[in-house]
C-alpha cells in the first residue's frame, strides 16, 4: 500500500466535486420538500432572504439525514449566489427562518452586496449572449432559409404552369 502525503489527501478530485455537487442538488430538493415556506426550486419566483447563520440551524437535520456538512455548505452557496436570491435580498426588507418567520431586517450592506452580485451575474449573461468581438456575424440563417423558400416556390409555379 503507498502512503499518501498530507496534500494529495486533502486535494479534491473532479469525481469528488462531481459528487458533493450531485449531493448538494439531491439536498436542496430536499430541504425544499421539506421547508416550502423557506427554500424554493430555482424555477419559483418566490425566493426570500434566508436568516444569517441559518447553517447552524440545519446542522443537527443534515446529519440526521446523512449529509456532510461539506454538502451543506455547498448547497447553501449554490441558493444563495442564484441571481433570484440576490434580488431577494434586494427587494426585501426581512429575512426569513426555517419556520418561515419574519426575522432580522437585511442591512444596507448586504443589500449594496447583493447589487454588486446583481451586475455581475447580469454581465456574465450578458457576455455570454453576445458574440465575441471582431469576429464577423454569419448571416441569418432565417434569411438564408426564406430565399430557399421563396426560390422554391419559384420552382414549383414554373413547372406548374408547364
Not at 448547497?75 to 444563495?80: C, D, H, S, V
Not at 441571481?83 to 431577494?88: H, K, N
Not at 451575474?121 to 468581438?133: L, S, Y
Amino acid at each position: 500500500m503507498t502512503e499518501q502525503t498530507p496534500t494529495e489527501l486533502s486535494t479534491p478530485t473532479a469525481a469528488d466535486h462531481t459528487q458533493l455537487r450531485e449531493q448538494a442538488r439531491a439536498l436542496l430538493v430536499r430541504l425544499t420538500e421539506t421547508y416550502p415556506t423557506v427554500f424554493f426550486s430555482p424555477s419559483e419566483r418566490q425566493i426570500k432572504p434566508l436568516k444569517r447563520r441559518i447553517h447552524k440551524d440545519l446542522i443537527g437535520i443534515v446529519k440526521e439525514w446523512g449529509y456532510d456538512l461539506k454538502v451543506l455548505k455547498y448547497a447553501l452557496g449554490n441558493y444563495t449566489r442564484q441571481l433570484r436570491y440576490q434580488q431577494a435580498l434586494l427587494y426585501n426588507k426581512q429575512r426569513i427562518d426555517l419556520q418561515g418567520e419574519l426575522g432580522e431586517s437585511v442591512s444596507e450592506a448586504h443589500k449594496q452586496l447583493a447589487r454588486e452580485q446583481v451586475q455581475q451575474i447580469t454581465a456574465k449573461r450578458r457576455q455570454r449572449r453576445d458574440p465575441r468581438p471582431g469576429k464577423t456575424r454569419q448571416p441569418d440563417r432565417k434569411t438564408v432559409s426564406e430565399q430557399k423558400v421563396a426560390d422554391l416556390q419559384q420552382k414549383l409555379s414554373r413547372k406548374a404552369t408547364l
